[in-house]
């Protein structure tokens, strides 16, 4: 196991060395320790090894991920997995806004709560949060799976596209074009697979499936005039 | 900067802007035996925030309250003229002991409660150059251009002790960069405001401001900001009132820290765009537009640490137990 100081060799260095890593590494597994809020910690990494950040983090940790699996001991500032491509981040505490945005594939857990703008424009990722998510999550949700334990906040899946949501608790209001769905088998059978992926303990039957109502991005000969 | 289609691109563009534009510190002490220290740790919380804001520095400092004194803080760009025999000249209109203590290009006066309106009409003519950064029984305002560590050393805010102070590093977007537009900006006796963001209605709020009598200096937005709670709480309102109507009548990005005697408030705007962390231990509360601000405070490891909620106003005072309240949608 390697550990590393951030406060000692600096964000530049540290993450060179991550970036550093070969898919064939043997030093697969790091700890970055005082991580301090600082931004941009594990970023474009693309080698499949574990890394662990102490404490918490600031903007964009795990950004642009590839293969990688990045837990954070601590909450995660804005951006957090911002437009991960594969892999797993995992956060302990809170995450703060627009987790996992822009997000094209791999895992996002979050054990307590994450912020606004949870998802926005999710493009394949999959976010398992435990607690409860901020208004307007999802936003043009494009592709993907956002899973919440707790409740959701104001104008979920507003403008979304083909995202599922599902949500145990409540939803404070749904947003532009999204809609209640029906819970179908293939449905528990994906939810299960996530929880069972986050090591969260939930039973699928209690969640609500939401989506697009699709008739915001589907052509409508009525809407012909307007263009 | 990531490979984005247009749309996407648009999109995230607009909750990219809450990385710049300002940086907030705020710390309120439960914790007396923390009082002396409370200059240092707001210094260093301000000088962790340098990269969201290195334009302009400002600090609201509450302490060193008298009983039948109060403080008047002025500013000039040219102090060896305009603060000599400064003291004097306000006593002879106060008709009062005045003190001064000069702290680089701020001047504190101790003037007799009751004599801030008279000393502050004729500060125009005693120098033109002097201006009014604050007033109150505890409030002191310190703000100037350049890097926050720089302001902070000018005032050697690190040994001042307080009960409670805000800060704010400015990366100005909506108007100059002066003292005049740094911030925090004095908005009653005792009463400042600091912001993250951008106000896109201020033109027309400070014409409206202007029309019934509100004197507002700059082409600032914050100072609109800051205009618009004064008038608020002239017609009447609490400040908890003042800043939830300001959820109504403010149009744009805010997050607001605002000081009083007794504590201090948050509020965000809707949207919530600007980022707070906030975080409480039996020593003190503290606000930070990052959790970067906060890692030197004492006892983090386990303080609770959260965002406040969006359209929430919260309040932390000496005299009451913590408040929020949700405005209706």
Known sequence: MQTIDLSELGLREVNKMLHAQAADTNQTSWTIENAKGSHAIACGLDAPIEVTVKGSTGYYCGGMNQQATINIDGSAGPGTGENIMSGKIVIEGDASQYL????????????????????????????????????????????????????????????????????????????ADCEKKEMRPEHIEILQGLLDEAGFDADPSEFTRYGSARTLYNFDVDNAGAY | MLALDSTTAALVEVFFRDLNMCGIVGLFLKDKSLEPKLGEMLTSMLITMTDRGPDSAGIAIYGGERAGQTKLVVQSDTPDTAFDGLDTKIGKVVGGTVSMKVSSTHAVLTLPAGTTAAARAALPEIDASLRVMSRGDSLEIYKEVGLPKDVAAQFDISAMSGSHGIGHTRMATESAVTTMGAHPFNTGDDQCLVHNGSLSNHNSLRRKLRRDGVHIETENDTEVGAAYLTWQMQKGATLGEALTSSLDDLDGFFTFVVGTKDGFGVVRDPIACKPAVMAETDQYVAFGSEYRALVDLPGIENARVWEPEPATVYFWSHDSAPTSSEKAA
Do not use: P, W
């Not at chain 1, 997000?103 to 999710?122: F, T």
């Not at chain 1, 394949?124 to 043009?140: E, K, L, R, W, Y």
């Not at chain 1, 949501?165 to 404070?172: I, T, Y």
């Open chain 1, 100 to 175: 996992g945005a822009t997000g094209h594939g791999g895992l996002i857990v979050v054990k307590g709560n994450a912020s606004s703008r949870c998802g926005i424009s999710m493009k394949g990722v999959n976010i398992v949060v435990q607690g409860n998510i901020g208004h307007m999550s999802a936003f043009m949700g494009q592709s993907g799976n956002l899973v919440v334990c707790g409740d959701a906040g104001e104008a979920l899946g507003d403008s979304c596209y083909e995202a599922r949501f599902f949500v145990r608790g409540s939803v404070k209001s749904l947003g």
